[in-house]
């Protein structure tokens, strides 16, 4: 009969290194086929909304833009006594000294401010080019000053 002869403890080890690098191995196989589709999915449906944030910023921007130079040419008209629809400012007097604008405001898009007369609101050169960078489907300009609702069915 023969004897039982224990393990030594470098086969021990051995055989438990084994185990681990098993172990790990598995564990990246795990990490590769799960979890890194499931990033790359969120990532996905993260990037467009993160995209449709900074356009909404962006319009925002350009109509409260809008909105101020709106409200310096109306501020232009009171201090100069101008009553015709057809009289409108420059921009050298709207800017200048910081007296109804401390600056030229810039489009966040890339557009280009019109002045217009007294009789329209200021506008953005983007607007007049389709598609409108400031603009969503589902969005309407509602009146002369460029302020939109939305009227997506979504919308409360």
Known sequence: MSQYVPPSPQATQKAGLSGLKIALIIVAAVVLVVIVPCVGIMVAVAIPSFLRAREISRRNACQENL???????????????????????????????????HSSPVCPSGGTYQLNDMSETPSCSLSAEPPFPHEFPGMIQINGAGLQQDLSPESP
């Open 67 to 101: 909105s101020r130079v709106d409200g310096a040419k109306q501020q232009w008209a009171l201090d100069n006594n101008q009553t015709s629809p057809s009289d409108a400012p420059t921009w050298a007097e709207l800017v200048a000294n910081g007296k109804y604008l």
